[in-house]
């Protein structure tokens, strides 16, 4: 068959189904392109993959016997029928996002998430358990980098059988979603002390939360001996937070000597010079942050 693929949000970071279609797809003998809308011939079967709901739909006709659309881009928030086992569990064509594969590995460990945030739509999508989902060598081939997906990695049951066979692998780990700085105890600091971690990234999404994310983070840092540089922690605005109370969570962050960074929630509905852009231009670019250290400084310079 002829197999034509197209990453409706871009070529921006690797869309992990349709790397595995590919492989599986390859794997049974079809040949498996990049569909072009100006010169691809007509295809057995397109699949068009689209994360984020605020992408705009591929504007172009597809020319093919079948066309099967999956993702929470367009199905959100269940992401629309899951692949069969048999794709799932496969390990992925790296080969379509060569700049970004390159050395590295993508995929899930774990699925799930007990928290059920109103912000996150993990736990309608994927369950309100943190279950195992996949042994490390599935997708992972002696990379010397690993990107893990996980939405709350430490909340399995099984994290620390997970967590040797990503100490055993040698690689540089990134936990790109983050871990949860809530139930990180001893033992949990200990495994990721023995990883190789260049930065470590936790959340603090509610202002509710301030007494256990700054005790915790305060005795992650006592126990790690690691400092900003090397610990971030993303900071929800946007979403039930005034400015005051964004504020409020980024200084404290500055003043225990961890690195904040301002996520927007729905940005795209905000107007154009929001004092949420400006914000987020003043915490992230570090320079600006560490030298000018008032909001209210930068606003007025």
């Excluded at 070529?11 to 040949?31: E, Q, R, V």
């Excluded at 984020?52 to 959100?76: E, N, Q």
């Excluded at 590995?105 to 699925?111: K, S």
């Excluded at 005051?244 to 927007?264: F, H, K, N």
Aim: aromatic content about 14%; hydrophobic content about 40%.
């Amino acid at each position: 068959m002829q197999v034509g693929l197209i990453d409706v949000d871009g070529h921006h970071f690797p869309n992990l189904p349709l790397m595995k279609l590919s492989a599986w797809h390859k794997k049974h003998g079809d040949t498996v392109t990049w569909y072009d809308p100006l010169f691809s011939e007509k295809q057995d079967i397109v699949y068009m993959s689209k994360v984020f709901t605020f992408t705009p739909d591929f504007s172009y006709p597809v020319f093919a016997d079948t066309v099967i659309k999956g993702g929470t881009g367009y199905f959100y928030p269940t992401g629309g029928e899951a692949l069969m086992s048999e794709i799932e569990h496969i390990y992925p064509d790296y080969s379509l996002y060569e700049s970004f594969t390159r050395d590295t590995a993508y995929g899930f460990l774990t699925r799930g998430c007990p928290r059920g945030c109103d912000f996150c739509i993990v736990g309608d999508k994927e369950g309100r358990k943190t279950v195992k989902a996949a042994d490390l060598e599935e997708f992972w081939h002696g990379q010397k980098h690993i990107v893990l997906l996980d939405p709350n990695f430490f909340a399995c049951t099984e994290w620390e059988m997970l967590s040797q066979q990503l100490i055993q692998s040698r690689a540089w780990i990134d936990f790109s979603q983050g871990c949860d700085i809530r139930i990180m105890n001893d033992a949990m600091i200990e495994a990721l002390c023995a990883m190789k971690i260049q930065q470590v990234h936790f959340a603090w999404d509610r202002i509710e939360d301030a007494a256990v994310v700054l005790r915790n983070l305060e005795h992650f840092k006592a126990k790690t001996k690691w400092g900003r540089h090397k610990i971030t922690v993303f900071v929800l605005t946007n979403f039930n937070t005034t400015l005051e109370q964004d504020l409020q969570r980024i200084y404290a962050l500055r003043d225990i000597g961890v690195t904040p960074y301002v996520m927007i929630y729905n940005k795209d509905v905000l107007p154009k010079g929001h004092v949420l852009y400006k914000l987020q231009r003043y915490v992230n670019s570090k320079y600006i942050f560490y030298t000018i250290p008032s909001f209210t400084d930068y606003r007025a310079g």
